[in-house]
């Protein structure tokens, strides 16, 4: 299976939007193709839309955003596309004889994934060329900021397929969840219709309106189900021993039962309390309105289940582990070789070595600009902290060595800002180390405008290593002082940036 660059959207109403301002906001360049023209300003505009909550989930380094084009030509569409994501409306007849169009245009190593909520694989591949590259991948509404999407095979599905899926959707920082075989429904939409079943015949019997159910699951279950399901939740009600204490005690009532699993008649009457019960809690907000305070939870609950490495938070912790060795990859590279003795030795690494690290490439992303239009300055110390976290990876501070309590705390920080960076500027941070010693590191960063290779600033830092569970200052393990060292004396003869002069020294000891 190929690598995914480009991803093409079958669809782009409010599902394919979703996929679009996910994919693009991770790096993915987007062909969506629609069969209505009028589709195009509405897809860009869910693009814009997402990008305030999506600027928010993550400070980690992203590489730069993908591009968005839009094609009416489906053909077109998937002839240049990596891989393709359908989100048409949900009618098997149409699923099936788009899909089957698209197969016969697309190369048959082009992945093929339906967003359907319901229908089945085996169903859905019927009539495609190179049916083994179709699945289900179904995502959850909105795509953009909840991770999960449930990978369905059909009888034709190949292993290799749904893996490529899995590591394409985990790519743009969504939890794959591969179902094992196909049932209606997926896992997730028969979960839910179970719940929404029971809502409609409380609603029709005059039990509860639609704000009283909703109340009984948020104040609840609901923040319960956040990071543990029903299943662990209900481990957790039977006190020690767990779920057999718990079956012993309400095992009964399902014989009774509390629920009516038959969904009741669709009457007049119960439309209109379903509608008018959801206009009530809405109180006058739009739609729009009452989306925007949806994503700004979400980004805030994944952002606090990410400190209990759980759930989503889990999801977006291991996002941002990526995005950071990725930000650090040519750092890697460019480290070891300064810090490897033996090319030291040989003078091969002399070329590289007589020049300041060149530690990552970014981008100044729109929301990094203040209302004069420039780069705004809490971002100068998100790119330096980047770098720095780049040239620590790259001489062995990993996961491993966090986890065993130690790392670099920052001291302190003095920026020189040397020229403006607007907008969409291409940047890169340069890197020399300055002085060492077993539990300081002293650096200077020069970041670049890549457009005319002008100094934008500087940044020059002291680190501290410190054992954080003996709260106190401590030496560095040694090899990674001598990475450090082999890096330092290389970067003896570099010159200091232009106009840079120290403010910080070590002190002897
Ligand atoms: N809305 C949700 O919450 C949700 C969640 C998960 C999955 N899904 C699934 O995603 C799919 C799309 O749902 P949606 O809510 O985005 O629907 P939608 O009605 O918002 O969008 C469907 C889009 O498909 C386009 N279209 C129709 N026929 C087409 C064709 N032949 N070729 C190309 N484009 C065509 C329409 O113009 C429209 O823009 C469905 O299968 C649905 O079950 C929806």
Redo the contacts with the bound molecule.
């Keep these: 299976m190929r690598q995914v660059k480009t991803l093409g959207l079958?669809?782009?109403?409010?599902?394919?939007?979703?996929w679009a301002a996910r994919a693009l906001h991770f790096g993915i360049d987007v062909v969506a193709?629609?069969?209505?023209p009028?589709?195009e300003q509405?897809?860009r505009g869910a693009v814009d839309n997402a990008e305030g909550a999506l600027a928010r989930l993550t400070a980690a380094p992203l590489p730069p955003k993908g591009t968005l084009s839009f094609t009416?030509d489906?053909a077109a569409m998937a002839r240049q596309v990596d891989f393709i994501q359908?989100?048409?409306?949900?009618?098997l007849e149409?699923?099936q004889?788009?899909l089957a169009e698209v197969s016969r245009v697309a190369p048959p190593d082009v992945l093929i994934a339906?967003?359907?909520?319901?229908?089945m694989p085996t169903d859905l591949q019927r009539d495609m060329q190179a049916p083994e590259r179709l699945l289900v991948g179904?995502?959850?509404?909105p795509?953009y900021l909840l991770p999960l999407v449930e990978l369905v095979g059909g009888k034709r599905t190949s292993a290799q397929a749904l893996e490529a899926a899995a590591d394409f959707y985990r790519y743009i920082g969504m939890h794959a969840l591969t179902v094992r075989r196909e049932v209606p429904g997926h896992l997730t939409?028969r979960l839910q219709e179970a719940l929404w079943r029971e809502i409609l015949h409380m609603v029709n019997d005059g039990v509860a309106t639609t704000g009283e159910l909703d109340d009984a699951i948020v104040y609840g279950p609901g923040l319960r189900w956040a990071a543990m399901g029903t299943n662990m939740i209900y481990h957790l009600a039977g006190g020690e021993s767990g779920m057999r204490h718990m079956l012993r005690q309400f095992g009964p009532c399902l014989k009774w039962p509390w629920t009516r699993l038959e969904a009741p008649e669709l009457s007049e009457q119960l439309i209109d309390r379903m509608v008018e019960g959801t206009q009530a809690q809405a109180g006058g907000r739009s739609i729009r309105e009452l989306e925007r305070l949806r994503d700004d939870y979400l980004v805030a609950i994944q952002q606090v289940l990410r400190q209990f490495n759980i759930g989503a938070g889990a999801t977006l912790r291991a996002l941002e582990e990526r995005l950071y060795l990725q930000n650090g990859a040519a750092a890697r590279e460019a480290a070891a070789r300064a810090a490897s003795p033996g090319a030291a030795a040989t003078g091969a690494a002399s070329v590289e070595t007589s020049q300041p690290l060149r530690l990552i490439e970014t981008q100044v992303r729109p929301e990094w600009v203040d209302y004069n239009g420039h780069m705004t300055d809490s971002r100068y110390l998100q790119v330096f902290g980047d770098a720095t976290d780049a040239l620590l990876r790259a001489v062995g501070v990993d996961d491993a060595y966090r986890q065993s309590g130690r790392a670099f705390y920052t001291v302190e920080t003095h920026v020189l800002h040397k020229a403006e960076a607007l907008a969409l500027d291409s940047l890169y941070v340069t890197t020399r180390i300055l002085a060492l010693d077993d539990k300081r590191i002293h650096l200077v960063h020069s970041l670049f405008r890549r457009r005319d290779e002008r100094l934008i600033a500087t940044g020059e830092q002291l680190y501290l290593h410190v054992n954080r569970t003996a709260g106190k200052a401590a030496p560095m393990d040694g090899a990674m002082r001598a990475r450090l060292d082999s890096i330092r004396a290389a970067h003896a003869g570099v010159p200091e940036p232009a106009g840079f002069s120290r403010r910080l020294r070590l002190s002897a000891g």
């Design positions: 079958l669809g782009t109403g409010v599902i394919g939007g979703g193709a629609d069969t209505s009028a589709m509405w897809i009416t489906l359908e989100n048409i409306p949900e009618q149409l699923k004889r788009v339906s967003s359907t909520s319901g229908l179904h995502p959850f509404n795509v939409d």
